[in-house]
């Protein structure tokens, strides 16, 4: 069985670039959600999709967005970085939409210069 | 608010010792809770969890947390500790179904050093 995984390990962009991040869920979950970590901090939910929808929002702004396929993985997209962008993100899926259950990828590490 | 307050930030313990992480959360409904733990520069793994009944549940590693639900805690123990350990542990509340129930809430991490 194939846990999450999460492309690529690390990235580097400059503020204003776009970025996207991808996530692998594990085999038969169709629930994923995304989280970011910055340093010193514990996750913090961005959102969740569900059957390619968004089903579910922190305090993130509009410039973070996600998509989720067909065949349950899903993209991060984040527009317009920030310096305060630079996190850890984390992919995290699950069988069913609860708030438990929920098995981590081993992140993306993002810096914006 | 739902939260989760770990007050620990750093704790240094010897080999062999024993250990308790301290986390107390604030949540509206039943919670469902965890403890993950984080190597450096890695994904969260999931050492134990509880969602209902025997309030001592066990996990991997040697781990083991009581749920009070009169203290609002669910703090993580280990009998005796060994150097493999030493990473971030992290305690997170989820709850309900879908929406803004569906993810689950972190506390800030306590990070655990092992003296030899």
């Known amino acids: 069985e194939t846990g999450v995984t999460q492309s690529p390990t690390h990235l580097i962009k400059t503020r204003g670039q776009q970025v996207t991040l991808r996530c692998s869920s594990q085999?038969?979950?169709?629930?994923v959600s995304w989280y970011q970590q910055a340093l010193g901090q514990g996750p913090q939910f961005i959102f969740q999709?569900?059957?390619?929808?968004?089903?579910g929002r922190g305090n993130f702004p509009p410039r973070f967005s996600g998509l989720q396929f067909p065949n349950y993985s899903s993209e991060l997209n984040v527009n317009a970085l920030e310096l305060d962008d630079s996190a850890l993100y984390l992919c995290?899926?699950?069988?069913?939409?609860?708030?438990?259950?929920?098995?981590f990828g081993p992140g993306t590490r993002l810096t914006v210069l | 608010a739902q939260s989760v307050t770990q007050p620990d930030i750093h704790i240094t313990v010897s080999e062999g010792a024993s250990l308790e992480l301290r986390c107390n959360y604030s949540?509206?409904?039943?919670?469902?809770l965890f403890w993950y733990v984080q190597s450096p520069g890695q994904g969260l793994q999931l050492l134990l969890k509880?969602?209902?009944?025997?309030?001592l549940v066990q996990g991997i590693k040697g781990f083991e947390a009581e749920f009070k639900r009169s203290q609002s805690s669910f703090n993580l123990r280990k009998p005796s500790v060994h150097w493999s350990d030493a990473a971030e542990y992290f305690c997170?509340?989820?709850?309900?179904?879908?929406?803004?129930?569906?993810?689950?809430?972190f506390g800030k991490g306590t990070k655990l050093s092992v003296k030899p």
């Open positions: 995290a899926s699950s069988p069913r939409t609860s708030g438990r259950e929920q098995f």
């Open positions: 085999s038969g979950h169709n629930t």
């Open positions: 999709y569900y059957r390619e929808e968004e089903n």
């Open positions: 949540y509206g409904a039943t919670p469902y």
């Open positions: 509880y969602f209902s009944g025997d309030t």
């Open positions: 997170a509340v989820g709850g309900g179904y879908g929406g803004s129930q569906g993810n689950l809430i």
